[in-house]
């Protein structure tokens, strides 16, 4: 499986969302995140998946790398740093979101995948 997720900033925090329960690691949190589809490059996915599942669009994206998923084996987790065209969020797929302080970030349950980001994030800023 190959994904990718936005890792989207404002004021000093990052933007997580909460699984829903009927998907695998239900109620874990996780940067905005959307598999890729048979012909989608990894832009059109993080747009389609930041526009169906919170309805805002990334004014920027740069590709930051990317991870091996230990949650899908064989899987790769694909990492934009990106700014929304609006931090008013609605939530469809997730059952809640957060803005909250990087430094914040490990009091949350998050997928492994994405704390890997988290390390390399504060590594490299």
């Given at each position: 499986?190959?994904?990718?997720?936005?890792?989207?900033?404002?004021?000093?925090?990052?933007?997580?969302?909460?699984?829903?329960?009927?998907?695998?690691?239900p109620g874990?949190?996780?940067?905005?995140?959307?598999?890729?589809?048979?012909?989608?490059?990894?832009?059109?996915?993080?747009?389609?998946?930041?526009?169906?599942?919170?309805?805002?669009?990334?004014?920027?994206?740069?590709?930051?790398?990317?991870?091996?998923?230990?949650?899908?084996?064989?899987?790769?987790?694909?990492?934009?740093?990106?700014?929304?065209?609006?931090?008013?969020?609605?939530?469809?797929?997730?059952?809640?979101?957060?803005?909250?302080?990087?430094?914040?970030?490990?009091?949350?349950?998050?997928?492994?995948?994405?704390?890997m980001f988290?390390?390399?994030?504060?590594?490299?800023?």
């Amino acid at each position: 499986m190959l994904a990718v997720c936005a890792i989207a900033e404002h004021c000093g925090k990052v933007l997580i969302c909460k699984r829903p329960m009927n998907v695998l690691y239900p109620g874990r949190w996780e940067f905005p995140t959307e598999p890729l589809e048979d012909d989608d490059t990894m832009e059109d996915a993080l747009e389609r998946g930041l526009f169906e599942r919170l309805c805002v669009l990334p004014k920027s994206k740069d590709y930051l790398g990317a991870v091996d998923m230990a949650e899908a084996e064989g899987g790769r987790l694909f990492g934009f740093k990106t700014i929304l065209n609006t931090n008013f969020v609605k939530k469809y797929g997730y059952t809640a979101f957060k803005w909250v302080k990087k430094e914040d970030l490990k009091r949350y349950s998050m997928l492994l995948s994405h704390v890997m980001f988290i390390k390399n994030f504060k590594k490299n800023h």
